[in-house]
């Protein structure tokens, strides 16, 4: 069983740069995969970005390209979201999954995920 808790959301005018933090229980963290999700109001729930259980591996969908970089550390049971020049198609509250993974497989879809967060808001103002 693995909990998940986000933190680092808040409100930024575009252009600016928020750190997401995804902090996860449990003593085996690095036999999960996870990935980064957002959901803005009204539309349908979307990948961000995954990054495989070593962190040798990172996917993202184009639209963060260039912008976002996801990473973690294992020895402190934590995956990051770095968001820079952030848009205010940004906008969204943001979740992060997990999943126990024996490949080192990147997981784009959300029914991959056995774990989720609760969410935290990101607001990026124009």
């Known amino acids: 069983q693995v909990q998940l808790v986000e933190s680092g959301g808040g409100l930024v005018q575009a252009g600016g740069s928020l750190r997401l933090s995804c902090a996860a229980s449990g003593r085996t963290f690095n036999s999960y995969a996870v990935g980064w999700f957002r959901q803005a109001p009204g539309k349908e729930r979307e990948f961000v970005a995954a990054?495989?259980?070593?962190?040798?591996?990172?996917y993202y969908v184009d639209s963060v390209k260039g912008r976002f970089t996801i990473s973690r550390d294992n020895a402190k049971n934590t995956v990051y979201l770095q968001m820079n020049s952030l848009k205010p198609e940004d906008t969204a509250v943001y979740y992060c999954a997990a999943r126990m993974d024996s490949r080192g497989a990147i997981y784009t879809r959300g029914d991959e995920y056995t774990y989720w967060g609760q969410g935290t808001q990101v607001t990026v103002s124009s």
């Open positions: 990054i495989t259980r070593s962190g040798g591996r990172t």
